[in-house]
């Protein structure tokens, strides 16, 4: 459990506890039903994290979008778009392990996070990480409910794959880059979690 979601949890508990004491039942029950799901958002399972060599593996739960070529700072690159609902887990994780060689933050707008604009206009948090003999870039997203990014780590920081880097309330998109000659392992529609399935294994 992320320990902001007792802060989050802490109001909307209150305020059932408040009518229960009032013998208001109903609106006490939604209350407390409300509390318990923001508990339930904030939730950071354990995960198994792969150790095949070169693998990348997802930085986040969620169902994949798309699976497509592009460019990324005028190198071709595969790209993989997860989109997060409010019912998935929402804590962040390394793709590979690596230094974090770049991070960028740009504001920007609240697209539904499921649309391909939010990839170009949504509020975002680039990481370019170093290591395993490549560079892999993340993206965390922000979408339309989701209004807050966190990132916990630092320029320069040394990461394990699967580690917790941050997460993104409340509904949002992550993205993974990577170098073309990796062979992807999941497919548009497919679910995945965070830290234990892998997204693409080198050649």
């Known amino acids: 459990m992320i320990r902001t979601g007792f802060y989050f949890a802490a109001g909307p508990g209150l305020v059932g506890a408040l009518f229960a004491w009032l013998g208001w039942w109903g609106p006490a ?3 407390f039903a409300l509390a318990a799901f923001v508990l339930f958002f904030f ?8 150790t095949a060599p070169g693998a990348i593996v997802s930085p986040a739960d969620g169902r994949v979008l798309t699976v497509d070529q592009t460019s990324l700072e005028g190198r071709s690159q595969t790209r993989i778009s997860i989109f997060l609902s409010v019912f998935d887990v929402h804590v ?4 590979i392990a690596g230094r974090i060689g770049a991070v960028q933050y740009r504001p920007g707008r609240f697209h539904v996070a499921s649309r391909e604009a939010a990839s170009r206009e949504n509020e975002q948090n680039e990481v370019a990480l170093e290591g395993e003999g490549t560079r892999v870039v993340f993206r965390q997203i922000a979408g339309i409910l989701a209004r807050r990014i966190e990132f916990w780590k630092r320029l320069g920081d040394q990461l394990e794959r699967g580690q917790r880097v941050g997460m993104i309330r409340f509904g949002s998109r992550t993205e993974v880059f990577f170098e073309p000659h990796y062979r ?9 979690k965070g830290g234990a399935t892998i997204l693409a294994i080198r050649e």
């Open 29 to 31: 029950v939604l209350f």
């Open 43 to 50: 939730r950071d399972p354990e995960r198994a994290v792969p």
């Open 92 to 95: 962040n994780r390394a793709p």
């Open 184 to 192: 992807v392992q999941v497919r548009p529609g497919e679910h995945v």
